[in-house]
């Protein structure tokens, strides 16, 4: 009798931490451990190479948020992106969105820089300013095929 407890005990246990594990793959591949509130906000880039749906968006390297989707813009064919961030999170009006990359090839992540403007970005609004990825290959190609145009002489200083 005491051998089927143990094992009943032991088989339980072992259950419980499945569907732990599965309940943490659940999360993590929906970008969140535990449900919390978000709000959700766009941002116009001219170019955003590289960025996928899912990328983390980070307020002072700390992430805050998933980019939730990347379309093209039909009226002057910009990249929209839809960014899903947390709801205690308030960011002012002046808030300036960029797009980066982690290390030198890594992936891209929008880093947002908060302004310090008195009123606040509400759910569905736009941010205005942004600065879009950095195009690598472009600018090997431009150093390499000798198209970067070369300092120009500064102007003697002033007496």
């Known amino acids: 009798m005491k051998q089927s407890k143990l094992e009943l005990y032991v ?28 709000y959700v906000m766009e941002a116009r880039f001219t170019n955003a190479g590289g960025l996928n749906a ?8 700390v992430p805050v948020g998933r980019v939730e989707s990347i379309r093209v813009d039909d009226t002057d064919y910009s990249a929209m992106v839809t960014l899903r961030v947390q709801s205690g999170l308030k960011l002012p009006t002046d808030t300036m969105a960029s797009i980066k990359t ?15 403007d008195e009123t606040y970005l509400s759910a569905g609004s736009r941010i205005t300013m942004t600065e879009s990825s950095v195009d690598l290959e472009s600018l090997i190609g431009k150093m390499a095929f000798g198209s970067v145009e070369k ?3 500064a102007p003697p200083p002033a007496p």
């Open 54 to 61: 899912g990328s983390t968006v980070l307020v002072a390297g």
């Open 151 to 153: 300092g120009k002489e």
């Open 102 to 116: 982690t290390g030198l090839i890594g992936d891209k992540y929008v880093a947002l820089a908060p302004g310090a």
């Open 11 to 38: 088989g339980l246990f072992v259950l419980m931490g499945i569907a732990a594990i599965v309940y943490l793959t659940v999360k993590l591949g929906a970008g969140a451990i535990v449900g919390g509130d978000t």
